[in-house]
Structure formats: C-alpha cells, structure tokens
T-cell receptor, first 115, second 111 residues
Framework: GAVVSQHPSRVICKSGTSVKIECRSL??????MFWYRQFPKQSLMLMAT?????????EQGVEKDKFLINHASLTLSTLTVTSAHPEDSSFYIC???????????FGSGTQLSVL | QKEVEQNSGPLSVPEGAIASLNCTYS??????FFWYRQYSGKSPELIMS????GDKEDGRFTAQLNKASQYVSLLIRDSQPSDSATYLC???????????FGSGTQLTVLP
C-alpha cells in the first residue's frame, strides 16, 4: 500500500502555544488529504478536507482559525493547532488519497497533550 | 439513524474461533466498502476492500457484501490474539467524497 508519513508522533506543549503537524505522502501524489481527530475510545472525527492548492473545507463545528490547514504541494499537508488548550489534547491523524482512488491511507498519528 | 452502524462490542472470541463483525449503512449510493483495523494508540490500517455483492477472501479475512440489505461484514477465521483491535467499517460514495467511518467494533481474541 501507499505510504503516508506523519510527524511528530507525540508532542507535549504548554497551553497557549501553537503546534504544527506534518503529513507527507511518500510514494504517491496526494490530491486530497483529510485530517481527523480521535478522542480515547471514540471513532475518527473528520475535521477538514484539503485539496492541493485550494483552501481546506472544514466540518461543522471545527474552527478554521484555530486549526490551520495548508496543502501547498501534492505530497505535503500541515495542520497547525493555534493557541492550544488542554481540551485540544487528542490523537490527530491524517490520511491521503490520490486521484480516482477511493481507499484512504493513514499517517501514523500524532498524540497531542496540552498542559 | 447513523450513516454507518457497527456493534461497538466488545466482542470476545477464543483463539482459533471465527470472529464475525457486522456493519450496516444508510446511503444506498455507497459503491465501495472498506474495513480498517486500528490497534489502540495507532492509526487505522486498511485490511479489506469489497466492491460487489458476495464474498471476497484474503487469507484469514472474508468480506461479505449485500447491497440490497445495505449490509457488509468481515469474518476473521482462526482468530489470533494479535487480531485484537478495533475494526472500522467505511462505505464510500466515490472518490470525490470522503469515507464515512463507523464507530468501530472492539474485538478481543482470548488466548
């Protein structure tokens, strides 16, 4: 399967700081990338969909000014959690697809802990 | 009604038994169906895909699809403790749409 790399795998930060998470497709061009958040023992919650070169589409209830998404190239998307607070602590996962693919390939996830 | 429904479990089976995971979906426009496995603290990994009615076998895994009943299932034969994970069902409405994930079924295979 296709490889999606996500970094960092774990980050601990102080409240009020910003955290950037990178998601890279290593062996294919990701025309679409998705960002999910997952709280313990809950399912994946889609936060936003990003297409290369265009603005991300955010799901209802997700603050676009707090969760900044950039998909500047066909292999890289970033999620920046701005002014993080303890309630933002969660497992953030990116996924990617290419062209006509329907299946998604996931990054390894980032566990964010905000103190 | 949820778009994708799965029995949340936990489902426990003894080692060597068959584990049966079920999923129903509401959108009849769903064209393709995917099963993902997620270990605790890890991201999902794709284990099976099925596109037409009937059975599809891949090693110890068999996916079954019945579009008329809007039902898809995953059978795991000769279950192993390493199969213990949460299994997510994800129908697709096509490549232009994002996958909709069920809440997952937690499977525990007892040694």
């Amino acid at each position: 399967g296709a490889v999606v790399s996500q970094h960092p795998s774990r980050v601990i930060c102080k409240s009020g700081t910003s955290v950037k998470i990178e998601c890279r497709s290593l062996d294919f061009q990701a025309t679409t990338m998705f960002w999910y958040r997952q709280f313990p023992k809950q399912s994946l919650m889609l936060m936003a969909t990003s297409n290369e070169g265009s603005k991300a589409t955010y799901e209802q209830g997700v603050e676009k000014d707090k969760f900044l998404i950039n998909h500047a190239s066909l292999t890289l998307s970033t999620l920046t959690v701005t002014s993080a607070h303890p309630e933002d602590s969660s497992f953030y996962i990116c996924s990617a697809r290419s062209g006509e693919w329907e299946k998604l390939f996931f990054g390894s996830g980032t566990q964010l802990s905000v103190l | 009604q949820k778009e994708v429904e799965q029995n949340s479990g936990p489902l426990s089976v003894p080692e060597g038994a068959i584990a049966s995971l079920n999923c129903t979906y509401s959108d009849r426009g769903s064209q393709s169906f995917f099963w993902y496995r997620q270990y605790s603290g890890k991201s999902p990994e794709l284990i099976m895909s099925i596109y037409s009615n009937g059975d599809k076998e891949d090693g110890r895994f068999t996916a079954q699809l019945n579009k008329a009943s809007q039902y898809v299932s995953l059978l795991i034969r000769d279950s192993q403790p390493s199969d213990s994970a949460t299994y997510l069902c994800a129908p697709s409405l096509g490549s232009a749409r994002q996958l909709t994930f069920g809440s997952g079924t937690q499977l525990t295979v007892l040694p």
